[in-house]
């Protein structure tokens, strides 16, 4: 079942980024996501396959675990 990646969720990657965080607030939904670094605030976009294959966990705004 596909996860459902809502715009307000934070999403933690495989991937982290140079500043250390592993999570990731989405600003944007779609073909393309955007996303926010919650470690230093830099934006990205990456495309929707490349979110889900890199998915550790899950998180609606509340903090709730969605996977
Ligand atoms: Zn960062």
């Given at each position: ?41 830099h ?25």
């Amino acid at each position: 079942m596909p996860m459902e990646y809502e715009v307000g969720d934070i999403v933690k990657l495989k991937k982290q980024h140079p500043c250390g965080s592993q999570e990731w607030e989405i600003l944007r939904v779609g073909a393309d996501f955007r996303l926010k670094c919650m470690g230093c605030g830099h934006q990205v976009m990456m495309p929707r396959r490349q979110v889900e294959k890199s998915t550790r966990e899950l998180k609606n705004a509340a903090g709730e675990k969605k996977n």
